[in-house]
Nanobody, 123 residues
Framework: QVQLVESGGGLVQAGGSLRLSCVAS????????MAWFRQTPGKAREFVAA???????HYADSVKGRFTISRDFAENTVYLQMDSLKPEDTAVYYC?????????????????WGQGTQVTVSS
C-alpha cells in the first residue's frame, strides 16, 4: 500500500521559513519523481517544485530562489525548504509521486498524493 505523509506546515510571518517533509512508503522511491504542489480554495492545484530520481530539479518561477527541494533516499523522504515566505505562499501543500524518469508539472500525471499540510504566511 502506497502512502505519502506530509508534515511541517504551520503559521509563519512573512519573511520566515518552513521545511516540509514527505515520507513515502510502499514504493520503490528511487523510481519516482517527487514533487510539491499547492492549492488554495477554488483554484487548481499548482506545481511548486520537483526532483527526479537522478536529482534533477525544477521550480515554478514564483518560488525560484526561495524554495529548495531535496530528497533523502535512505529515509524515503522528500523535503521542501521554504525561505523568504510571502503571504501569497499560503496554501495547502501536497506531495506527489510520479513513476517517470523525467519531471512533469501537470498534477494529473502524478500517481500518488499525500493528504496535504497547511502553510499560512501572515503579513
Amino acid at each position: 500500500q502506497v502512502q505519502l505523509v506530509e508534515s511541517g506546515g504551520g503559521l509563519v510571518q512573512a519573511g520566515g521559513s518552513l521545511r516540509l517533509s514527505c515520507v513515502a512508503s510502499g514504493v520503490t522511491f528511487k523510481s519516482y519523481t517527487m514533487a510539491w504542489f499547492r492549492q488554495t480554495p477554488g483554484k487548481a492545484r499548482e506545481f511548486v517544485a520537483a526532483i527526479s530520481g537522478s536529482g534533477s530539479t525544477h521550480y515554478a518561477d514564483s518560488v525560484k530562489g526561495r524554495f529548495t527541494i531535496s530528497r533523502d533516499f535512505a529515509e524515503n523522504t522528500v523535503y521542501l525548504q521554504m525561505d523568504s515566505l510571502k503571504p501569497e505562499d499560503t496554501a495547502v501543500y501536497y506531495c506527489g509521486a510520479d513513476r517517470t524518469v523525467g519531471i512533469r508539472t501537470g498534477p494529473v500525471v502524478y500517481d500518488y498524493w499525500g493528504q496535504g499540510t497547511q502553510v499560512t504566511v501572515s503579513s
